[in-house]
């Protein structure tokens, strides 16, 4: 390395800045920047000076916290937020308890069927949230569902899924269906990289499938549970498409049902982009705050486990 | 630690029953994991097949027969979605194609460089520039998108497909892939080398390191083809002109105003169906030659 580098030294050592270059740029542009004009514009306000006529009478001026306390004191934000969480209680741990079950099922011995399955269980995530809030919207309605059919056929009570807590369990199945796949995957892949060695030595000890999967296989996959569980957190509180394509089919879904959709609301209905703006950072803020939270906590807990 | 817990493990499993009761009752155990996995393929193919078999049906038909009942109307449907002004949805289906393959491309060959640059090299900010662009994966779209929107919209390129292409090509998540994929495939001492042949680092790249990182590129590109394609909420930020909308747009527009008019279900089920086909034919015919288990950076050696 040490002769090369001497013989062209401007080639090896700009090479690497180089290559970086498109995604520097790229990131700067579109991730950097607006990300900082988000953070401007939450701190300004429209001024209006007399009616609100003619050319000048409409300037932008800092607001300084002003965007901040509005929106945290805004009800409809709070309880949206409020909605995503309680929608977040049931998305991640279903998804991510069906994503490992699927998973150790995929590696015990002698399963059939399995690339089949694994494939079929997959398969939602090449399917847009969006096509996928709308195909099972259309399941959730009497008109054409199957289960409805079923449960009239059987003298049944048909419960309506698109309104008061049922809505939550049905945006809830959408979310799951689509996300149980791809983290399957993940965690299936990091179970098959486990040497066959330490079931060698459990399978001697005479410790049954269930045993192995509980003692030996969940614990060495925790940090990929960890992190589908970090990124499941951050995808589920941005919540958007499958409330927004249910929305036309039913009533109980509002403009501002999740508090993404308020920031869209604000900033296109409304035209309000410095409250929106104060928004999306306040979100983006909440996000982080509770993902790294969850990180942090589950890393003393690992190492806990680890000192004992 | 987990030998400690097997020992804690040995009575129990010595109290189980011992050969006599070993056989049956390991079928069964073999037995439960197929089930439950047939279980979970069932259940997330039923609204693929609810939504293949509605396509098949009339208008009336949707509602009146039961619903796993293959109707008479799939032809019917097309030609309607066909004259549905002008045939939009077919350019809605394009958009996507181009929206998801050229967003793919790009997004692959800026994740290649990015990644061997990150794999290979040892300079100085390495791990800061990699920590950087990695956080990209943290930030939540919505505050991006939005701003993203009021910053286009001062350049005049809202409403554009530049507008939708544009914020996609970065992928944190791409280059995160690429970088393991090319630390694994790529040997330093081939890339030494080519030095030592004389090779510009350019060349070294497309010509000895680029075949050897196909396989990871690959994956790369079809998670980056199935996020753009299906993106929702930069499109539906972006554009307003329905003839540059992605199919996923599309098919929200259709249904918005097919609420009221149940008329419509049948182009939104029949356009549903022939959106979610692409994409599992794509899956399909990639998973001959391609694992999975690449898309969550497993690398086999």
Request: proline share 6%; with cysteine; net charge positive.
């Amino acid at each position: 390395m040490s002769s090369a580098a001497r013989r062209r030294p401007y080639g090896v050592k700009g090479a690497p800045y180089a290559f970086l270059l498109p995604a520097s740029l790229l990131f700067l542009l579109f991730f950097a920047l607006p990300i900082g004009y988000a953070v401007y514009l939450s701190f300004r306000k429209v001024h209006v000076s007399g009616l609100g006529l003619g050319k000048n009478a409409r300037s932008e001026v800092w607001a300084g916290l002003e965007n901040y306390t509005d929106a945290l004191s805004d009800s409809e934000l709070v309880n949206g937020a409020l909605r995503v969480l309680g929608y977040g209680c049931i998305v991640v741990p279903v998804m991510l308890g069906l994503a490992l079950l699927f998973a150790l099922m995929l590696d015990s011995d002698k399963v059939r069927l399995a690339p089949f399955t694994r494939l079929a269980i997959f398969l939602p995530y090449a399917i847009p949230g969006v096509v996928a809030a709308l195909l099972w919207g259309f399941l959730y309605l009497p008109d054409v569902s199957p289960f409805y059919f079923v449960l009239d056929r059987l003298g049944l009570p048909q419960p309506d899924l698109l309104d008061g807590g049922p809505l939550y369990l049905a945006l809830s199945n959408i979310a799951i269906w689509g996300g149980t796949g791809f983290n399957m995957i993940v965690i299936y892949t990091s179970l098959q990289a486990i040497p066959a060695e330490v079931y060698e030595a459990a399978k001697l000890d005479g410790a049954t499938p269930l045993q192995i999967a509980l003692r030996i296989k969940i614990p060495m996959v925790a940090p990929s549970l960890v992190l589908t569980f970090f990124f499941s957190i951050i995808a589920t509180l941005q919540v958007f498409n499958e409330p927004t394509t249910i929305k036309p089919l039913t009533n109980s879904v509002s403009t501002t049902w999740s508090p993404l959709m308020k920031v869209y609301q604000d900033a296109f209905g409304k035209g309000d982009i410095y409250a929106a703006a104060a928004q999306a950072v306040i979100i983006a803020l909440a996000t982080l705050l509770l993902s790294f939270g969850f990180l942090r906590a589950a890393n003393r807990r690992q190492k806990q486990e680890a000192a004992r | 630690m987990s030998s400690l817990a097997l020992h804690k493990a040995e009575p129990a499993a010595g109290t189980n029953p011992g050969t006599a009761q070993g056989p049956p009752l390991r079928r069964r155990i073999a037995l439960v994991p197929t089930l439950t996995l047939l279980l979970g393929a069932v259940y997330c193919l039923l609204p693929v097949a609810w939504v293949v078999i509605a396509s098949t049906k009339s208008g009336k038909e949707l509602f009146s027969t039961f619903t796993f009942l293959p109707g008479s109307g799939f032809s019917d449907n097309l030609s309607q979605l066909n004259a549905y002004r002008d045939g939009v949805y077919w350019e809605w289906m394009g958009n996507s194609a181009l929206y998801a393959i050229l967003g793919a491309l790009l997004s692959t060959a800026v994740s290649a460089f990015s990644g061997y640059a990150l794999a290979v090299y040892r300079f100085r900010g390495r791990e800061t520039l990699f920590n950087v662009l990695l956080a990209g994966v943290l930030m939540p779209p919505v505050i991006l998108a939005v701003p993203q929107y009021l910053l286009l919209a001062k350049a005049d390129l809202t409403d554009s497909y530049l507008s939708v292409l544009l914020p996609q090509i970065l992928a944190p998540y791409g280059v995160y892939l690429a970088r393991i994929y090319a630390a694994a495939a790529v040997p330093a001492d081939v890339v030494e080398a080519g030095r030592m042949d004389g090779a510009s680092e350019w060349r070294i790249f497309t010509r000895i390191a680029l075949p050897m990182m196909v396989p990871g590129l690959v994956t790369v590109f079809l998670f980056q083809f199935v996020a753009i394609w299906n993106n929702f909420l930069l499109p539906y930020i972006m554009l307003s002109d329905d003839e540059k909308f992605p199919i996923t747009l599309g098919l929200f527009t259709l249904l918005e105003q097919g609420a009221n008019t149940p008329a419509l279900y049948t182009l939104v089920i029949t356009g549903a169906f022939l959106a979610v086909l692409p994409l599992i034919a794509l899956f399909l015919v990639i998973q001959r030659f391609w694992s999975l288990d690449l898309l969550s950076g497993a690398v086999k050696s």
